[in-house]
């Protein structure tokens, strides 16, 4: 049986002709080239990787030591005297050299709480306190009981306005320095600067008497005596530092304060006066020595004022006793 194809077949059978399939194409793959597959895998591995994640994956190098710093590697002789050297050059004002040597010689003695003290004086010497800073405390850990390395950190904390970090360590140096007067000095002073004022009394009393010249020593207690009323205390210790050597401006400024609250204006006045004469841009000794003054002047106009007046008196009293007996001759 013979079929006739339709108007509708007909035209679905150009169509077909006209469109090709639009199925793709099998990638044709040679040992040359990538896969598909392959080729993303590369495209993907060219995406950068974020950065956060990256940095997590990374560990953090670990910061150096001190002495990772500090130690130079060497293979000098084992007789070389690295430190004896760095004394040396220390004595002759040889700074950098003797830095040089120091850390050679830390090198050789890791664990020398000597060493490591010397470097620190060192670069106290040439102006890196905190570098020396660190070495002292570096050398106690290797000797705790090393009296220069407290004795220079209580020196530096003090220096730096930083009392109570000095505080443990003036009190340790006390008690390994016996009897030193530098040690009960250093801890008066920080008593001083805590305002632990029955403390800094009690202290710079020790401090004066291990070292009867420290002027220093004796302001502090009429200083600390002045914080709790203790005037005639601190008139006592400060008039004493007047006659050591080394008096500062700001010793006869408190010296004036004490003479003031007895009511010593005049002795005040002059203390006041020859604290400005010693440091003329020193403004509380200027400013008190003209506020004394005033009172001065005040009081010895009131006094002229006063003896002027008695004086008339007499005047007057003298001169009227030649008339009244006078007038008993004519009666």
């Not at 099998?26 to 993303?40: H, K, L, Q, Y």
Request: glycine fraction near 6%.
């Amino acid at each position: 049986m013979k079929t006739l194809a339709t108007p509708a077949l007909i035209t679905l059978l150009l169509t077909l002709v006209a469109c090709p399939s639009s199925e793709p194409t099998a990638w044709t793959t040679t040992s040359s080239g990538p896969t598909r597959v392959d080729s993303d895998l590369a495209f993907l591995d060219e995406v950068p990787m974020d950065v956060d994640a990256s940095t997590e994956s990374l560990e953090s190098p670990s910061p150096m030591t001190l002495f990772e710093k500090e130690a130079v590697p060497h293979h000098d002789p084992k007789f070389h005297d690295h430190l004896e050297e760095a004394i040396m050059f220390q004595e002759e004002g040889r700074a950098g050299e003797a830095i040089d040597a120091l850390r050679l010689a830390l090198f050789d003695a890791p664990g020398s709480a000597t060493v490591w003290m010397n470097l620190g004086l060192a670069y106290d010497g040439v102006g890196r306190g905190t570098r020396a800073e660190d070495c002292a405390r570096q050398a106690l850990i290797h000797e705790p009981r090393m009296a220069d390395a407290h004795r220079f950190l209580a020196r530096r904390m003090l220096d730096s306005g930083e009392p109570e970090a000095a505080r443990p360590h003036a009190q340790k140096l006390v008690g390994l320095a016996r009897g030193d007067s530098e040690a009960e000095h250093l801890l008066g002073r920080t008593y001083v600067a805590l305002s632990m004022w029955s403390e800094a009394i009690a202290q710079n009393r020790r401090a004066v008497a291990a070292d009867p010249s420290n002027v220093y020593a004796y302001n502090n207690l009429g200083f600390a005596a002045l914080q709790v009323g203790r005037t005639e205390l601190a008139l006592q210790y400060l008039e004493a530092a007047l006659e050591l050597d080394g008096v500062e401006p700001y010793m006869l400024n408190n010296l004036g304060i004490a003479y003031e609250r007895t009511g010593r204006d005049t002795d005040a006045l002059s203390v006041y006066a020859r604290a400005v004469d010693l440091d003329p841009g020193y403004v509380k000794a200027r400013a008190n020595r003209d506020r004394v003054r005033a009172v001065v002047d005040a009081a010895v106009a009131d006094e002229v004022s006063r003896i002027l007046a008695e004086q008339a008196r007499k005047r007057r009293g003298v001169e009227s006793t030649p008339h009244a007996a006078a007038g008993s001759l004519r009666e």
